[in-house]
């Protein structure tokens, strides 16, 4: 009886985080999921409860589908960039120790102090026709004086490696600093060399801090809004600006909806197969 009464005053702490995942995550959830089964009026614009599936049919138009390919291929190319970029530096700053370490964690954590939207437009300035990039490509005969850079997929991407690569260093760094020097040491002796010590030690052992940060990349750079509507212009978009022309342009709640909710299955279904992944590694180490 003692030990039920203490754990009733315990639950009860519960409830608050509870309460707010309720009404903050899941309640929006359910009723996108709702507006996406009704239709628009286009006379007077009012939602109509149907329960229709043809916002779900509309999806798979070319107009539409195009930018979900372009979301997941953006997202995997920018997460792809940020492991080879990022596997590296985190390899680095593991092997650093004392104040330098700590100094370099910092530094990595630096871009997050400021504003995500202004680091962003930061960027319009250095991706612009006569910019520092453009010079710079210019100056190396790697193209002609007006490479075009901005409004294209290749700033969005620039756009997303810049904003997440943090996100990528901080797990691989927090893998990386708990392989035990000796383990490499051992590798050594018995006539491994570095590139076999690399693959055979070292990247099995880093598989949960790659696995972790792929997903703390791809699933948000996936549903990524600033970067495309600020380094895309209206030439090139994301799903997530495609959601937010339907609710806040077109008006057409029923289908942004359908969207959303289209959306939100390939983030699940990344992050779930992420997860288990992850999981599985876990158990094996």
Known sequence: MRGRRAAHPRSLLVWPSLGWTLAFFLGPIVLLGLYSFGEINIITFNVEWGWTLDNYHRIFDELYLRPIMRSLFLSAVATALCLVIGFPVALWIARLEGRRQTLALVLVMIPFWSSFVVRTYALVNLLADGGPLATLISWLHLGDDSPGILYSSTAIAIGIVYSYLPLMILPLFVALERIDPNLLHAAHDLGASRWRSFRRVILPLAAPGIIAGCILVGVPATGEYVIPAILGGEKTLMLGNVIADQ????????????????LTTILTVLLLVGRGRLRRYEEIA
């Open 247 to 262: 609710f806040l342009k077109v008006g057409d709640y029923p289908f942004g909806s359908a969207l959303a909710m289209a």
